[in-house]
């Protein structure tokens, strides 16, 4: 056997074992990629305080029902869906015949009045001369019942031409008190009251019927209460009956966009009124917008729910509640906020309001 190479052994024996320098590489991997873990939780969680979010928050936007005051035939639509219109604009108009009749019959009520006013202040009764005639009867009687009694003190009358002279007088008496109370009768309906000094009350009932007749003929024609968009326009048809309180057409306005998010309960410890609030939507990925806490709900979803949860039951579990906040915007967006639209919100809770 060929004797071994004494520098070769001495080599061997000072070179590190294979297999530990194998090892090494394992070893570093083994140990980074907790560390790494660790460190990369540590950065989230930090990254996490001083704010709280929600995707559980969508766009608001205000909206007007709108409905007739009054009930008719709709005979005109000067609106369609999704039209873009300004207060004041028509929307639609109601038949306005019968109310055109009803204010030509409050005219007519009114003249009525103010003929019935004219004819009493020209009555007989105001005029003084039946009061005139009631005198001079009790003048006339009087004298003839005075010379009757002279006559029968003298024996040259009846009893039956005395007792006709004192009816006389008697019936002459009557008429002027029937006189006096016609004359304040007739008066008294041409007086008028603290309620409307100066006007005869049917001419002033004449004129209230007519202003109501009036108010109905200009609510023929609807129109918009706010500017905005149409939605919901498909009752609105050119026939169709409109009923008095019944909405046909809703109006969405075109400005006033805010955001309501639904917090947990359990992220509403450090918020407070003006924080400031980071805005996202799923329909614009690219669009980020600034606002602020504009309000905290008075209650939470399920309180003004229809059916509210009722937990005095046996079956009561505790679920997180969620409350309604609103976002205020604070700068405008470039694309357009459609109500009902997803977002997700940031609210910024370690800041000073």
């Not at 909206?63 to 000067?78: C, M, N, Q, T």
């Not at 003006?274 to 799923?282: I, K, N, P, V």
């Amino acid at each position: 056997m060929a004797e071994a190479d004494p520098a070769r052994l001495e080599a061997a024996a000072e070179a590190p074992p294979l297999r530990n320098k194998r090892n090494w590489p394992r070893l570093i991997l083994m140990l980074a990629v907790p560390l790494l873990v660790v460190i990369g939780g540590a950065i989230f969680w930090f990254s996490l305080q001083g704010k709280v979010s929600t995707d559980n928050a969508y766009v608001k936007l205000d909206k007007v029902s709108v409905s007739a005051e009054i009930g008719g035939k709709i005979v005109d639509v000067a609106v369609r869906e999704d039209q873009q219109v300004k207060a004041g604009d028509l929307l639609f108009r109601i038949n306005p015949e019968p109310y055109q009749l009803q204010l030509q019959q409050a005219d007519a009520s009114i003249a009525a009045a103010q003929a019935n006013v004219s004819a009493l202040a020209n009555a007989s009764a105001l005029s003084g001369a039946d009061l005139t005639a009631a005198r001079e009867n009790i003048a006339f009687a009087k004298s003839t019942l005075a010379r009757q009694r002279a006559l029968w003190e003298r024996g040259f009358t009846t009893k039956a031409a005395l007792d006709a002279a004192e009816h006389q007088v008697a019936s002459a008496e009557a008429q002027l008190e029937l006189a006096v109370a016609k004359q304040r009768e007739a008066g008294a309906k041409l007086a008028t009251g603290a309620q409307v000094p100066g006007v005869n009350p049917q001419v002033a009932a004449g004129r209230a019927q007519r202003a109501v007749a009036e108010l109905n003929l200009r609510r023929t024609e609807v129109r918009a209460p706010i500017g905005g968009t149409i939605a919901q326009a498909d009752r609105l048809l050119p026939g169709q009956e409109a009923i008095s309180g019944l909405p046909l057409v809703t109006i969405v306005a075109s400005a006033g966009s805010y955001v309501e998010a639904n917090f947990k309960e359990t992220d509403l410890a450090d918020m407070k009124v003006g924080q400031r609030a980071e805005l996202r939507f799923d329909a614009y990925p690219g669009v980020k917008l600034k606002g602020h806490v504009a309000a905290i709900g008075a209650g939470t979803g399920s309180e003004f729910s229809v059916l509210p949860a009722q937990n005095a039951t046996g079956n009561w579990v505790k679920v997180t509640q969620r409350v309604p906040v609103r976002i205020a915007l604070d700068e405008p967006s470039p694309r357009p906020l459609i109500a009902g639209l997803s977002s997700k919100v940031t609210v910024y809770t370690a800041e000073a309001r």
